[in-house]
């Protein structure tokens, strides 16, 4: 996997790209990257904005005639699919919060991803458990870079450091990796059923900001039926234990047996985690939790849910307080920065022997809400989402034999997606080959019309002429069009499709793959420029 990283991030160190724009307004740069110098454009010049305009105009136009150039190149290689991203398997949550994106930034992500050079579409899909970016790309090898190079900008991190934890699949392995992750199968927690709601907010997310691209869309809403049919047709979800759940259980594991259920609870945060740890505190037998939140709204909805347990508001103004009076604090909001710092837990007075002299610390958030130094007091224990392995392996083994059945659906879906993405590949053609058509019809038919004589023809006569050409050309290119229909539900006829599709293309000259790419190339240079 690694290799994939290192050649997909070091091979187009040569690589040509189009210009970005000036960090000025009032001073463009030129295709070769450097400022306008000696009598071409000052700052403070009379006509500053229409010589703006005209550089980057010009700075356009050879951008785009250098990538035309290459587009031989390009047409090698499809547009990609490609994940790259980190999760609980390949990176420490030290790591993970540092290129966590909040769920309101999604759709800023998307917009500075589909700006990159060689990123067509893309979505971010950011839990405690995971960083995953998943792109369709121009091109491979430099679409992976410029997302390595955005990740390690935007978290600080170097783009080596990065590397050695980064996961990148492309083609059928990163749409099968979404479909598992989707179905909870690539869960710290296998099974688990929040990430299939996190997934279909990516898509709710892409709806409401017009960010997803017609492929990254698909794939995902393809993904929650797999995730759906995972959970329906197989066990895997009976008996699973989410990250709320292993949370509660990991607390009373290490409090002492005879008082885990007598012990202060304390939660910060009542957004849909926190509430399912309050769900999992009642279903081990605990009678009364302390819930801190900024408004009291949300605790009053919860309380008015679940009748089993008492549960006692505080305003965010008194956490500290709460925290006080707590045994295990229970953490679980957005917080950019932690809640508890070293000095924060040494002001806090000591809990009794009874309950272990020891107040326990379990942070479910990512960004973590508590800092990893609170652990040096000697009174505070910390536990983060890494450290539920120890709950989570206890019943692993029995739904990782429930997964073997799941592949079974994921496969199925895998193929549908599949057929799909290539049954588009005739719509450019039948476009094409419309157009080339109508071009010879529009060209013989003002050919008759002139020999005719335009005086001699009524509107009724020209009009029927007209008629009379497009029903001949309808009639000749409904065979074919016919041919290049298809929904790819069958893989024979698709291929069959296929065939007849480069066979069209040879016949017609119509060299629709390069016109492609040039089209793509086009739209992403004046999308720079504008």
């Known amino acids: 996997m690694m290799?994939?990283?290192t050649s997909a991030t070091t091979a187009a160190a040569a690589a040509t790209t189009k210009p970005r724009g000036s960090s000025s307004a009032l001073c463009p740069r030129v295709a070769g990257g450097g400022r306008r110098r000696s009598g071409v454009v000052r700052c403070d010049a009379v006509g500053v904005e229409a010589?703006?305009?005209?550089?980057a105009k010009a700075a356009s136009v050879a951008a785009l005639e250098q990538f035309k150039i290459s587009a031989d190149r390009y047409m090698k290689e499809r547009s990609t699919i490609a994940v790259i991203g980190l999760s609980v398997h390949t990176a420490p949550v030290e790591m993970r919060e540092k290129v966590a994106v909040a769920e309101e930034l999604w759709p800023r992500a998307i917009q500075e991803l589909t700006s990159l050079n060689h990123i067509e579409e893309a979505a971010v899909l950011s839990t405690c458990n995971r960083m995953e970016i998943y792109v369709v790309a121009l091109s491979w090898n430099r679409g992976i870079r410029e997302v390595v190079d955005w990740m390690s900008k935007k978290s600080g991190i170097p783009a080596s450091e990065l590397r050695e934890h980064l996961f990148i699949l492309r083609s059928s392995d990163a749409t099968r990796h979404l479909f598992e992750?989707?179905?909870g199968l690539d869960s710290l927690v296998l099974g688990e059923g929040q990430i299939?709601?996190?997934?279909?907010?990516v898509v709710r997310s892409g709806q409401n900001s017009g960010g997803l691209g017609k492929n990254i869309d698909r794939m995902f809403k393809d993904a929650i039926t797999a995730g759906k049919r995972v959970r329906c047709e197989t066990n895997i979800s009976s008996g699973a234990v989410s990250v709320s759940s292993a949370a509660v259980e990991l607390a009373l594991m290490k409090l002492p047996k005879s008082e885990a259920?007598?012990?202060?609870m304390l939660l910060i945060g009542a957004g849909k985690m926190g509430k399912l740890v309050i769900k999992h505190l009642i279903a081990k037998g605990c009678k009364k939790v302390v819930v801190v939140n900024r408004s009291v709204e949300r605790v009053d909805a919860i309380r008015g849910e679940m009748k089993d347990i008492e549960i006692?508001?505080?305003?965010l103004s008194e956490m500290y307080e709460a925290a006080a009076e707590a045994d295990v604090v229970f953490t679980s909001?957005?917080?950019e920065t932690p809640l508890f710092t070293k000095e924060h837990a040494e002001a806090l007075p000591p809990v009794s022997d009874t309950m272990g002299g020891v107040r326990l610390f379990v942070d479910i958030s990512v960004p973590r809400n508590v800092s990893a130094c609170v652990s040096e007091v000697g009174a505070a224990r910390v536990y983060n989402v890494d450290d539920l392995k120890e709950v989570v392996e206890a019943n692993k083994e029995d739904r990782l034999r429930k997964a073997m059945e799941a592949q079974t659906i994921i496969t199925e879906e895998l193929k549908r997606f599949e057929a799909w993405r290539d049954s588009l590949e005739t719509v450019p053609t039948i476009k094409k080959l419309r157009s080339y058509a109508d071009r010879i019809r529009a060209s013989e038919l003002e050919k008759c019309l002139q020999k005719a004589g335009e005086d001699t023809l009524t509107k009724k006569m020209r009009r029927a002429i007209e008629e009379l050409s497009t029903g001949?050309?309808?009639?000749?290119l409904h065979g074919p069009l016919q041919h290049l229909r298809c929904d790819g539900s069958d893989s024979r006829t698709l291929d069959e499709t296929l065939e007849n599709m480069h066979a069209l293309n040879r016949m017609f000259s119509l060299d629709t793959e390069k016109a492609i790419i040039e089209q793509k190339i086009k739209a992403k240079v004046e999308k720079t420029q504008n």
């Not at 010589?51 to 550089?55: E, H, K, L």
């Not at 001949?472 to 000749?476: H, R, S």
């Open 196 to 201: 299939l709601a996190q997934v279909k907010q």
């Open 472 to 476: 001949i050309v309808n009639k000749l």
């Open 333 to 335: 909001t957005a917080s």
């Open 312 to 315: 006692v508001y505080r305003p």
């Open 3 to 5: 290799a994939s990283t």
């Open 51 to 55: 010589q703006a305009q005209a550089v």
């Open 181 to 183: 992750v989707s179905a």
């Open 261 to 264: 259920l007598s012990a202060r």
